[in-house]
């Protein structure tokens, strides 16, 4: 088999850049490792830039993310039980954020895939990338037993942190830089109303929640929890409990509670690879980077990445313009490297870090307690956070 572009991976990253290349008739083939019902149950964030709704827009799926997505000028962030409203809209002259799951990001590209008629292998085993650095690179996989081979021009790797694509780069050509953080998220997901019509950050003592909606009937929640923690440790009853505790008592007060539909714990971690790009090999979304999901920028800083990919191999193929392959790593670590410092500090201001009692931690805690109010005591403050979290448009990056 023979195409133009290999796309390792069939999350919202692949099928995003498999659709907008395929609208500039560029042909690709998609080869995933699980099953698209396997994808589809995965359970992921929901806020999308700016950027990222234009972009899905621009792919010809924005209709139903357009009809049921919930536009959001502004988010909340309360700590000492007092609530701060960041005015996304009125600080940053007018951009905003949408409220629209993953999943369903997922869903509606892998429909206009289908119904494009489009080439996607699922449960494709033994995945391997040939000859990246050259300029005929090939991709064979297993499918139904079978062994094949595709030939391409280049490969872009959408397929996450633990994907075949990263480590394809030979260790002393890529380097990576990682912070892990000492707990992690655990999310539950309810068919209740959310508690508020905006996302609230939640700083505590007893530690770091977070309420967020994918509907108006449909709501997620977490709370900050030891690494040491397991879903089976954790019922309905004493989530909803634990969050009442972290919540403002006037906020607690009207949560409404339900039987859990998802409920899952995952780690923090701040990740980036250098450089995104081997030869023909483009790294993009997971398989480079992970951010911690305090800031909102994990899909966000993906579809960046796409966007740029996306208009590289258009120029390409287009206008005959190679030269610009060179420039996607550079071009979108900008982007990654400000999407990774402000969800970093995001994290460290609104976690708990205690648990070792020593004069570090509470020096640390101090510093961003200091933080929390100088930026939200005033509008300047309250400014940089509001243009942080909407994002740079991705037009400005290319």
Not at 151 to 156: H, K, M, N, S, V
């Amino acid at each position: 088999m023979k195409t133009k572009v290999a796309i390792i991976g069939a999350g919202p990253s692949g099928l995003l850049l498999g659709q907008l290349l395929s609208k500039q008739g560029i042909d690709n083939v998609i080869i995933e490792r699980v099953s698209g019902e396997y994808i589809l149950g995965r359970i992921r964030a929901g806020v999308l830039e700016q950027g990222m709704v234009d972009l899905l827009r621009e792919a010809g799926v924005g209709e139903r993310m357009d009809r049921e997505g919930q536009v959001h000028t502004g988010v909340e962030l309360a700590f000492n039980n007092k609530r701060v409203k960041i005015e996304l809209e009125k600080l940053t002259g007018g951009s905003t954020v949408m409220v629209y799951g993953q999943t369903e990001v997922t869903r509606d590209l892998m429909d206009a895939r289908a119904a494009a008629g489009l080439t996607t292998y699922y449960e494709s085993s033994n995945v391997e990338l040939h000859d990246v650095k050259t300029d005929t690179p090939y991709v064979t996989f297993e499918q139904g037993g079978e062994r094949y081979r595709l030939d391409c021009d280049y490969i872009a790797g959408c397929d996450g942190f633990h994907g075949v694509s990263r480590p394809t780069i030979p260790a002393s050509s890529r380097k990576e830089y990682e912070r892990v953080y000492p707990f992690g998220w655990l999310g539950v997901l309810s068919d209740t109303p959310p508690v508020n019509d905006e996302l609230i950050y939640c700083k505590t003592d007893r530690g770091f929640a977070m309420t967020s909606m994918r509907s108006a009937t449909r709501s997620r929640y977490y709370l900050q929890v030891p690494l040491t923690d397991k879903v089976e440790d954790w019922s309905d009853e004493a989530f909803w409990t634990e969050l009442k505790n972290r919540l403002p008592n006037d906020v607690a007060e009207k949560l409404i509670t339900g039987p859990s539909i998802e409920k899952s714990i995952a780690p923090l971690r701040s990740f980036v690879c250098e450089p995104m790009q081997y030869g023909h090999l483009f790294l993009v979304g997971d398989a480079a980077h992970i951010v911690p999901p305090t800031g909102a920028k994990g899909l966000n800083l993906a579809a960046s990445d796409v966007a740029t990919l996306y208009k590289v191999l258009t120029r390409v193929y287009k206008e005959g313009d190679k030269d610009c392959i060179s420039q996607y790593s550079d071009i979108c670590l900008r982007r990654v490297w400000n999407g990774e410092r402000f969800s970093w500090w995001m994290t460290n201001m609104l976690h708990d870090f205690s648990g070792e009692n020593d004069l570090e931690t509470e020096t640390h805690a101090k510093f961003m307690e200091s933080e929390l109010n100088f930026y939200t005591d005033n509008e300047a403050g309250r400014r940089v956070i509001a243009m942080q979290y909407v994002g740079l448009p991705y037009e400005d990056l290319v």
